[in-house]
């Protein structure tokens, strides 16, 4: 929670992957503390229903359909932003995606370039278009949705998609530290397992999700507003001395 009473009145997030999990939930959350939200999503009717959502709780949301990997895309979401709104000073680049699962021998070149387009660059450019942006306004929070996968090395899997999200804790760290004294803070999050339509989207066996559920010692998967109310908390000004950081959500698990 903000240390400031309606910290997040009129102030506005632009939100990647808004249309489903993690992302939907952090659209709620931020409307909640009536913050003006940015729904973007490769899935236009799903970031529709998002921004209705946000709407119907009394705050003001733009639907938007982007797809991440697209810089075009990406900058003209940041402008679209602006100009409804006026400025911005959240992002939350939560899409992304496993894309499928393979063992490390069956990850092929479509596959590795797909994870990092989405994941990778995705992340890139969303923060490239926000800065200059933030940088004027000498104020901005950037949280970035890495994975618990990035310590484990996705064994099995999802080397892939570790990788990747290893390279989002990296970026997150770097453009922390060179924009630390203007304003700007940025962090990621390590989330284990939660419960959303990722693990079917990355078509993960039932073996695979048992797996997953035996190394958690709370014995759950996490709900996406578990993250979001994080998501919260690093944007509000009652964090002010955290940035560069990952931090790990995963109910104790995910270490093995
Ligand atoms: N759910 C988990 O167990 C888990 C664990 C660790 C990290 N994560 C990460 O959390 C983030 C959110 O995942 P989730 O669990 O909410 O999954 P989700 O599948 O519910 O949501 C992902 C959203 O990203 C959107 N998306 C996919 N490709 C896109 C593109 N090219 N452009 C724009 N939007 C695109 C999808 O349409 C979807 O709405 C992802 O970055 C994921 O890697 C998830």
Redesign the pocket.
Known sequence: MPKTQDYFAGKTIII??A?????RATALIFAREGANVIC????EA?ARKTADDVNGAGSQALALK????SRAEVNDMVSRALAAFGSVQFLFN?????IRRAKFLEIDDALMEKTFA??VN?TLYAMQAVLPHMLANKHGVIVN?????HRRGGPGSSVHYAAA?GAVVSMTMGVAREYATQGIRALSIS????K????D?AGSSPELVKRFMDDIPMGRFGA?EEIGELVLFMCSDACSFMTADTVYVNGGGGWR
């Open positions: 990647t992957g249309a489903s999990g993690i992302g973007a999503d490769v899935n799903g982007v797809d991440v990997t939560s899409a992304g995606a496993a989405l994941n995705g949705m890495a994975s618990m996968a999200k989330p284990g397992p939660i959303t339509p990722f693990q989207a996406p």
